[in-house]
């Protein structure tokens, strides 16, 4: 039995199924999102969504309804109740509507595939959320981008664009973290084809198969990436790049995957990793320890290993310094870490 | 007040005996409610005339629950005896469980659940928590298994038992298995296996009652055996039971057996 009082890592980890996939599905601008269930399930996603849009700068609403279940529904039925939801839904002519299933409409059995068979004239895209089946908030998302995949044009012809796949739209620095991968794809000569699924329409979705490569967000999006290779032929790099020598390999490895020379594009990177490295010199020498605020997971080993480039010494008795929760993305990511140690280490 | 609650695998007679022994109850002077809890809502149909009597859950769908009155739900049939069916969801479709624990709710908000006698009906097995409900919060203080000498009815019944034992050894739960009532198939020697099945799951067997041609043509004119043919020897079995149940001190927490000692058990008694 552990011993450890921080709060339970799963707790960040596991998450809801439903609030997975919604994170991808309200991101489709004009689709509107169902949630088949009671009311709270909708209502905190909703305001979770909300506010995290607010975050981002983002002023909007997410588009999403609930089915309203009561007590009645789920004694008698929610069925109904998800046949009038997606009427109402519909009736705003939306490009396509994602209906999502909650623990409480599974467990009594509603048949929601069938309800959402039955209408026409809009795409009606069901996808399985009940968290209590033993998803993570990690299944919800890739259930979500493989829903969306079948909105794709099937044989769309290849440009020579990248996508990215399955970015963490709820994280605070996804665009920072856009903006640094598709700076280092430019170093390439890359240029991006779709955010799948970031901000964008329902029609977007349809040339998501004409990409020359996919970069997932990162490898728990493995079945994603394999899904997209099976049906596209599209080859895929299976994380964005995590700290300064991650970078270079993401470089190597995209370079590899598109039949592209990347040593000039590396070499310009080492450039700006001893730009770095020079900014942060004053760094050099003290010594710090990670906060203990949030568990540090796979990017532990990662942020040793930055604190170790910039000979920064790891200690229990040192200074606390923030560590993302997840690992720092690119060596921007990491200039963005480093300004944060360096504002902790002088308070 | 005493509530007692009847359960037992599906078919094997619960409602007939529920019925017949409210009957009795009630011709013996005690204010008698009979609570069908199964989504066939059967139960009190022969003290009801052959009355489908409209389900607490049908009102519920219609009216929604706010609009569904105390007055709405209890109908009064033979010798004043007070019916309700909690009924449920079309059948293939919701939760059914979940419409007996609303309609409880609902019983217990209308305070409609007093009298001398609550006989609680219930579903063939205790599929789910719902179809427990009966047995938690105090209500059923007292719960009867109905089962003939065939093994798979024995079987149903002790898989009651562990429900019943789940449930009586929690905390304040007064809930215990109070007798098995053989309502006979009529087979050999089958008297004899269910007393000896009711002693080696820790009870006793409460009445046995025989299988007779005077339930089925009882039946036939709606009505229960008391009310059809009061001087008959079967209608008097019922007499029998339900004093039996009044006087009845003699509750336990069952020990349900293992799946062979109940095969073996049967073999014993062919």
């Not at chain 1, 994280?171 to 640094?180: H, I, R, S």
């Not at chain 1, 720092?328 to 480093?338: A, D, E, F, Q, S």
């Not at chain 2, 339900?242 to 057996?257: D, Y």
Request: charged share 20%.
């Amino acid at each position: 039995m552990s011993l450890n009082h921080l709060p339970a890592s799963s707790c960040r980890t596991d998450g809801c199924t439903l609030t997975g996939a919604l994170s991808v599905t309200t991101q489709v601008r004009d689709a509107i999102t169902v949630v088949h269930g009671p009311p709270g399930c909708t209502h905190h996603n909703f305001s979770l969504l909300h506010a995290t849009s607010l975050d981002h700068d983002r002023v909007v609403l997410p588009p999403l309804i609930s089915s309203g279940l009561s007590e009645t529904e789920i004694i008698f039925g929610g069925e109904g109740a998800l046949d009038r939801t997606l009427d109402r839904a519909i009736s705003r002519h939306p490009a396509a509507v994602f209906v999502l299933s909650t623990c409480i409409v599974e467990t009594i059995g509603d048949d929601v595939a069938a309800v959402c068979n039955a209408k026409t004239g809009v795409p009606v895209i069901v996808i399985p959320t009940a968290g209590f089946l033993g998803g993570s908030f990690q299944t919800g998302v890739n259930n979500a981008l493989v829903a969306l995949a079948g909105m794709a044009e099937p044989s769309p012809g290849r440009n020579e664009q990248v996508n990215i796949i399955g970015e963490k739209n709820l994280e605070y620095e996804v665009d920072e973290n856009f903006a640094e991968v598709a700076r280092l794809l430019s170093l390439l000569g890359l240029s991006i084809n779709t955010r799948f699924v970031h901000n964008l329409t329902a029609g977007q979705i349809g040339s998501v198969g004409a990409a020359r490569l996919n970069v997932l967000r990162d490898p728990s999006l493995v079945p994603v990436g394999e899904y997209l290779k099976e049906h596209f032929k599209t080859p895929y790099v299976s994380g964005f790049p995590v700290g300064l020598s991650g970078t270079i390999t993401f470089l190597e490895s995209v370079g590899s995957a598109c039949g592209i020379d990347p040593r000039p594009a590396i070499e310009e990177e080492h450039g700006f990793e001893q730009e770095t490295l020079d900014d942060f010199a004053d760094i050099a020498g003290l010594e710090v320890s990670f906060s203990p605020l949030f568990p540090v997971q796979d990017g532990d080993g990662v942020v040793r290993d930055i604190a170790h480039a910039f000979r920064v010494g790891v200690i229990p008795s040192g200074k606390p310094v923030p560590v993302p929760v997840t690992p720092p993305v690119g060596i921007t990511g990491v200039r963005r870490m480093l300004h944060r140690w360096r504002r902790a280490i002088h308070a | 007040m005493k509530q007692i609650a009847l359960y037992g695998k599906g078919g094997i007679g619960k409602s007939t005996t529920s019925a017949n022994l409210s009957a009795a109850l009630s011709l013996s002077g005690y204010n008698v409610l009979q609570i069908g809890c199964d989504p066939k809502r059967d139960s009190t149909r022969m003290l009801m005339q052959g009355r489908l009597i409209p389900t607490v859950m049908d009102l519920v769908r219609e009216r929604g629950a706010t609009a569904v009155t105390p007055e709405d739900v209890v109908y009064t049939g033979f010798n004043g005896i007070r019916c309700v069916e909690a009924g449920g969801p079309e059948p293939g479709v919701g939760c059914a469980g979940r419409g007996i624990i609303a309609t409880f709710q609902l019983l217990e908000k209308f305070g409609t659940l007093t009298g001398d006698v609550i006989v609680y009906d219930v579903l063939g097995d205790v599929v789910c928590g719902g179809f427990a409900m009966p047995m938690r919060e105090g209500y059923a203080q007292e719960v009867y298994l109905v089962t003939s000498g065939e093994l798979m009815s024995l079987y149903a019944a002790n898989n009651i038992c562990k429900a019943i034992q789940r449930l009586s050894t929690r905390p304040r739960s007064k809930c215990r298995l109070a007798g098995v009532i053989c309502n006979a198939k009529n087979l050999p020697r089958e008297e004899e296996l269910v007393a000896e099945f009711a002693r080696r799951v820790n009870s006793h067997l409460t009445e046995y009652i025989p299988r007779d041609r005077t339930v089925q043509l009882a039946e036939l004119d709606r009505k229960t055996v008391l009310e059809y043919d009061p001087s008959s020897e079967q209608a008097q079995k019922y007499r029998d039971l339900a004093a039996r149940v009044m006087e009845n001190t003699r509750f336990t927490i069952p020990i349900p057996l293992e799946i062979d000692e109940l095969e073996s058990l049967a073999r014993q008694f062919v």
